[in-house]
């Protein structure tokens, strides 16, 4: 791999998750990669398509052989059609994932187990080119991001998982004590929850099936995943692999894809399912927890985000800028951990804004398969609507667009948004505090740091940020006062498959990736015996 795609790649890695501070460049420089890509242009392989689902074992159409278009958000076309699961499909789906984990020795062999998930790490590595062209394909991702977060990264990491699932400490000894008299000697086990449901969006969809399914596997539950009807091949095509490169049990691992959210709905219902682990909205997630709330299930939610950059009156603007306009723009605002409102001292304001409206204007955007684009479209036409009437209402509401704010008119298809930002936001404002999804940056003033903290926190949300200063101990105490899951100082890159990522307040419940992500699926037993 050439120096410079490892560069781009870091460089993603980073401004995805914190926004890469250090980085003076605007956006990655142009690159010449390994295979695919060729020149500027990424040539893609075949599609891949997989219009079966898996349930129970098989590869299998929806009942009454129901399908629906997946379309390509970058050219508006369809590139082929999806099982369109039923209520029954679900219901099987269930069915097999209760009786895998009842009665086979799935979540009690755990050498099995890492022997599958190191199997399934080099079946998905083995066709992680097929896999690139149809994430760019269904998801509208530049190329660029396929590189990191969008799937070599989360490929990676699957040995991480299997790594720590075969070294895991599943007793832990408390020791001899005698509270009744009679000495006892204590242990905790950790056991399998049961059958996970696992709902995912479509922003960074290999990413966030694998950081559910590998763990939940791992931990020794079985699974039905029902991805976002926008991007069902990246779980289609895992359950694919599963059935004809691993020796996962049927059953164990289950795929229902479907266009209606009412099928997925079943998951947090039905008793026979124990944990629901989430991703997506907070209004669905909402509506996940009551649903649950019916069986007492347990369930993970890792939910929406309007996380704050806040620039300290030190910083230097110019890499301020920079970080700010990547993040907003990489992959089109559609990531839960952007950093979407940029926070800027009054004292400086002017300085810091014309800093990110430029960089913002200097994005490059377009076409995904373009190996120099950072920005391809957004995942579809209502979401376009809905990201511009966010910037109509914040001109309602008296902000002022800067750059951008509109459909760009030199791209005649796909659903694509300028790169936007908005000026002189009150940060009690809808813009300020709804999160909009989309390439569109909110710049705030604030009076001093108290109050840059205030505005951080002036959120229902706490999934992410991060703090920008010459003075590194300044940052951190500032960082230590934002109510927030992750958060980046200097640039810093938290995304990692070691570490716990999730939020505070109605950013979600629980914790994905890390020693606590995998613990997420895991229960806990405590025996004593006669010491
Ligand atoms: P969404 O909530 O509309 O849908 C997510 C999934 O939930 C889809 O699979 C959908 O079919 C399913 N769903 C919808 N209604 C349901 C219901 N009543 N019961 C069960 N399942 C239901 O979210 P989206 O538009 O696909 O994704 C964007 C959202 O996801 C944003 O809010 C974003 O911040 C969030 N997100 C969060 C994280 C994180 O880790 N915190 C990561 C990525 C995306």
Redo the contacts with the bound molecule.
Sequence with gaps: MSTTIVASMSLVNGLWATGAVGNQRLYPARTRGPQELDSMRYVTTDLWQQERMLVNGELIAASAEKVFENINPATEEVIGCVADGSADDMDSAIGGARRAFDSTTWSTDVEFRVHCLRQLSEALGRNAERLRSTIVAEVGSPVLLTYGPQLDTPLAGINWVADLVEHYSWEVDLGTLAPFGAPSRRYTRREATGVVGA??????PMQ?NL?KVIPALGAGNTIVL?????TPWTATLLGQLVAEETDIPAGVFNVVT?QD????????ADPRVDL?S????????R??MM?ASQTIKRTF?????KSAMIALDDADMTKVAAAAAMQITAHAG????ITSRLLLPRSRYDEGAEAAISAIGAIPYGDPTDSSVLMGPL?RES?RERVLGYVQRGLEEGATVAVGGGIPSHLDRGYFVEPTALVDVDPTSTVAQE?I?GPVLVIIGYNDDDDAVRIANLSSYG?SGAVVSADLERARTIANRVRTGTISLNGGTYYGIDVP???YRQ??IGR?SGVAGFEEYLEIKSIAEPA
């Design positions: 709902i995912t969006p479509w922003n960074f966030i950081a029902k991805p976002a009807p926008d479907s959210h009412q099928v997925g709905a079943q998951l947090s629901v989430f991703t997506g909205s907070t209004s669905t997630g509506r996940i649903a939610l890792e939910l929406g985000g559609q990531g839960c951990a995942i979401q999160e999804f999934l990522f999730g939020g950013s979600g994905e």
